[in-house]
Nanobody, 121 residues
Framework: QVHLVESGGGLVQSGGSLRLSCRASGIVFSINTVGWYRQAPGKEREFVANIITYSGSTNYSDSAKGRFTISRDRAKDTVYLQMNSLQPEDTAVYYC??????????????WGKGTLVTVSS
């Protein structure tokens, strides 16, 4: 089992920045990928960014490229999402996701409870 706790959300003005954190506990050695997703009111959950834990390779959605940066601190079992140039359309609940690999196969898919980001215009 993997337990994820997000933090760092809040209210920020348009053009501002926030850094979200996702701290993992449990069988963290089995985590292959950690990602950030978001869900705005009335919309489906969408992918924002992810990072391969062992290589540091990253992927971003088109809306996140150039504004958001995902990174990891392996010593702290924490993944960060630095969000710059925030816009009102970035308002959403941001969720952390971890995918584990066990014996070379997909192990499990874990979610945190989310952290709310509100960007005012």
């Amino acid at each position: 089992q993997v337990h994820l706790v997000e933090s760092g959300g809040g209210l920020v003005q348009s053009g501002g920045s926030l850094r979200l954190s996702c701290r993992a506990s449990g069988i963290v050695f089995s985590i292959n990928t950690v990602g950030w997703y978001r869900q705005a009111p009335g919309k489906e959950r969408e992918f924002v960014a992810n990072i391969i834990t062992y290589s540091g390779s990253t992927n971003y959605s088109d809306s996140a490229k150039g504004r958001f940066t995902i990174s990891r601190d392996r010593a702290k079992d924490t993944v960060y999402l630095q969000m710059n140039s925030l816009q009102p359309e970035d308002t959403a609940v941001y969720y952390c996701n971890a995918v584990t690999v066990v014996a070379g196969s997909h192990g499990g898919d874990y979610w945190g409870k989310g952290t709310l980001v509100t960007v005012s215009s």
